[in-house]
């Protein structure tokens, strides 16, 4: 590879820290700019410690005037104002590629925003977990500029990029819908699976899903969603409320994806628990944590 390009992560979460180990960095330049790392001890701060790879920006807008390829990897909230940060001194014809799992009237916004700065904003959806597959994850891109930016994707190390729709909006609302099962059916595991262990049925319940769904090992599926919930409950809520503004769009009441913010935003106050090293331990856990979460609803009622 002869040519040298300059890479800028926003957002050096769970997705940018393994960018930042798997992009091409021996030949390119590699910044990261977190809001955490204001914090030293949070896990984007440890991380890009352990990685010589990737230096730190303390400046998104170093971003714009020095980068060839912007990526966005932040919270679904966080994705407009993401790229407002970096417009100011846009480096003309950068790229700009939105990962982040919003709307498609968010991922507009956010194209028009990079557009008129004068970069080429690609709208991203990704399409599986990003662990285990990392760089190999399927990732749908969409807007008049996504054609062109497939040879220089792959040049940096993206293993399977797809071209889905020359129009903005169509990757984001195959994304969205998408996640109306998959945070959904995390959302449904945990409320189904807790209630059955505090009943003592929860065997029975697992039973009858391998009979009536075989396929995946659904103790196993189970305890890696609930997992999930608990480490990613946060950010899943907002990506959830970009789903129901999705789904509200068309006309629909957005039902479902209103519950399952509600109880991703549950899980996230009990990040802890997902070291829990087996499932039923897991459960007998949040049991617990509802329980508790009843009583101290019902002390607070009788003291009003």
Not at 133 to 158: M, N, Q, Y
Not at 174 to 193: D, F, P, Q, T, Y
Not at 253 to 277: C, F, G, I, N
Request: negative net charge; glycine residues 8%.
């Amino acid at each position: 590879m002869t040519r040298s390009l300059r890479i800028g992560l926003l957002g050096y979460g769970e997705v940018g820290q393994i960018l930042g180990e798997d992009l091409r960095g021996e030949h390119h330049p590699i910044l990261a700019y977190d809001l955490k790392f204001s914090e030293h001890d949070s896990a984007p701060s440890s991380a890009l410690a352990e990685n010589q790879n990737v230096s730190r920006c303390s400046d998104p807008n170093e971003f714009g005037e020095t980068c060839d390829l912007i990526i966005s990897a932040v919270t679904a909230a966080n994705t407009e104002s993401a790229a407002r940060s970096v417009v100011t001194n846009l480096n003309p014809d950068s790229w700009f590629l939105d990962l982040n799992s919003a709307s498609p009237q968010t991922k507009e916004l956010t194209a028009d925003l990079i557009n008129t700065a004068g970069g080429r904003y690609i709208e991203a959806s990704v399409m599986s977990p990003v662990p285990p597959k990392r760089l190999a994850t399927p990732i749908l891109i969409g807007g008049p500029h996504a054609s062109a930016f497939l040879e220089f994707g792959a040049e940096v190390g993206f293993e399977d990029l797809t071209v889905f729709s020359d129009a903005y909006g169509k990757a984001a609302a195959a994304k969205m819908c998408r996640s109306v099962m998959i945070k959904g059916i995390e959302a449904l595991l945990s409320e189904s699976l807790i209630a059955a262990r505090a009943y003592g049925v929860e065997d029975t319940v697992l039973r009858s899903l391998d009979d009536l769904l075989p396929g995946p090992d659904w103790s196993d599926l189970a305890k890696y969603m609930i997992e999930r919930t608990l480490l990613h409950g946060g950010r899943r809520a907002e990506e959830m409320r970009e789903v129901a503004d999705t789904v509200a769009a068309t006309g629909l009441e957005a039902a479902m994806s209103l519950a399952t913010v509600a109880r991703q935003d549950w899980a996230k106050a009990y990040p802890e628990l997902q070291s829990v090293p087996t499932l039923d331990a897991l459960l007998d856990a949040l049991v617990g944590v509802a329980a508790g979460e009843k009583k101290g609803s019902a002390t607070r009622a009788t003291t009003v």
